[in-house]
């Protein structure tokens, strides 16, 4: 384990590893005994720290959608203009992919396997979060800032992007955080802005 292991909580330390795990093996491939041996602690002992291995995936997956959720309100319900708007999503994804893109992964596929309450919650906050992008950008068309297209394709094609960023990152992880996002941002508003 590294020196800093001592300063995270052994329950942050079963989080991070079991994202790695979940992301790399699935989470039906993941067992609570290949958690436990990552974190150095026999399987067991890891019950000391959580109920079960749903309780790690719906704490990685839940916490990511809420946290999603806020923050998009808080840009969409701002007197920002839309362009600063779509500026400040894709710096959100940006922000919250480069601290754990192992947590990221886990909201593409893995939240299929949350048990049925969490899983409607966690639609409900996706569908909240999609639609308020898609009013974002349907604000940015009507004042002319983004080409005129179908606005739930022009929010996959850019979601697509961002939401897939966690692969970069988790290759990448030393790759500067700015010059990053200086270009997904370059290359996505390019690619809408009815202007050069």
Sequence with gaps: MKSTDGLRSRK?????????????????????????EKVGMEGPS????IKSKHELLS?????????FNERITEIHTSSLGSMEKIDRVISLHIELTVVNP???SLMLSEWA??????KVEYVRLRDS??????????????????VQMDVNFMMFMILSTLRSLYAWCARYRNYNRLEMETYL????????????
Excluded: C, P, W
């Design 59 to 67: 704490i990685l997956v839940m916490n990511n959608a809420r946290v």
């Design 102 to 104: 192992d947590a990221m």
């Design 129 to 146: 979060y999609e639609n308020q992008f898609k009013q974002i950008l349907e604000q940015a068309m009507a004042e002319g800032e983004v």
């Design 46 to 49: 890891l019950y000391n720290h």
């Design 12 to 36: 942050q330390q079963i989080l991070e590893e079991a994202a790695k795990l979940f992301r790399t093996k699935g989470f039906k491939g993941t067992s609570l005994q290949q958690i436990a």
């Design 113 to 118: 396997h949350l048990e049925s309450e969490e």
């Design 185 to 196: 941002k370059q290359g996505i508003l390019k690619g809408i802005l009815t202007k050069a």
